[in-house]
C-alpha cells in the first residue's frame, strides 16, 4: 500500500477505496468504515482527511489528489517533516490533562490525608490535656482529703490528750480528797479514843 500524507486543506477519499489507517484515526470515522484486516479497512461513505494526517491508499494516488496528497517513504519520514498529526496532537494533550487531574488529586489527597492527622494530633492533644487535668484534680483533691483527714486525727488526739490530763487531774484530786477525809477520821478517832482514857 502506498503511504501518502495530506498537503492540501483537506482530501476527501470515496467510497470503495481500501485505506490504511492509524487506530485513532479509524475510531474517529469508524461509522464510514468497514474492517478487513489489521489497520485496513474499506471505505464506505465517502470521508475526509486534515493537513497533516498520513493514510496508505491501496492504489497508486489517484490524479484528482495528487494536488492533495504527497507520498511519504516511512512513518519516520512524515513525523520529521511534518510532525505530530492532529490525532496524536489531541492523544498528548489527553494525556497532559490526564496527568493534570492525577495530580491535582494527589494533591487534594495528600492534603486531605495531612489535615485528617492535624485534626488527629490535635484531638490527641486536647485528649492528653484533658486526662492530665483530670489527673492534676485528683491528686489536689486527694491531697486536700488527707490533709483533712491527718488535721481531724491530729485534733482527735489533741483532744484525747487533753481528756486524758484532765482525768487524771481529776483522779489526783479525788485521791487526794479521800485521803484528807481518811487523815480527819482517823484524827477525830483518835481525839476520842484520847478523851475516853481521860475519864
Not at 491501496?58 to 516511512?74: F, K, Y
Not at 489527597?109 to 495531612?114: L, N, S, T
Amino acid at each position: 500500500m502506498n503511504k501518502l500524507v495530506i498537503t492540501g486543506m483537506v482530501a476527501h477519499i470515496n467510497a470503495g477505496t481500501t485505506i490504511g489507517l492509524h487506530p485513532a484515526q479509524a475510531k474517529a470515522r469508524a461509522h464510514s468504515l468497514k474492517p478487513i484486516a489489521d489497520g485496513v479497512y474499506e471505505v464506505i461513505t465517502r470521508i475526509q482527511f486534515k493537513r497533516g494526517e498520513i493514510i496508505e491508499l491501496g492504489i497508486d494516488l489517484p490524479r484528482n489528489l495528487a494536488d492533495q496528497m504527497e507520498s511519504v517513504d516511512t512513518l519516520e519520514t512524515y513525523e520529521r517533516e511534518l510532525g505530530p498529526s492532529e490525532e496524536e496532537i489531541q492523544a498528548e494533550k489527553e494525556r497532559a490533562e490526564k496527568e493534570k487531574a492525577e495530580a491535582a488529586a494527589k494533591e487534594l489527597a495528600e492534603k486531605e490525608r495531612d489535615e485528617a492527622e492535624l485534626k488527629a494530633k490535635e484531638e490527641a492533644e486536647l485528649k492528653a490535656e484533658a486526662e492530665a487535668e483530670r489527673k492534676a484534680k485528683e491528686e489536689e483533691e486527694l491531697k486536700a482529703k488527707q490533709e483533712s483527714e491527718l488535721k481531724a486525727k491530729l485534733e482527735a488526739d489533741e483532744e484525747a490528750r487533753r481528756k486524758a490530763a484532765n482525768d487524771e487531774m481529776l483522779q489526783n484530786i479525788k485521791a487526794r480528797n479521800q485521803a484528807k477525809q481518811e487523815a480527819e477520821l482517823e484524827e477525830k478517832a483518835e481525839e476520842k479514843k484520847q478523851a475516853s482514857k481521860r475519864k
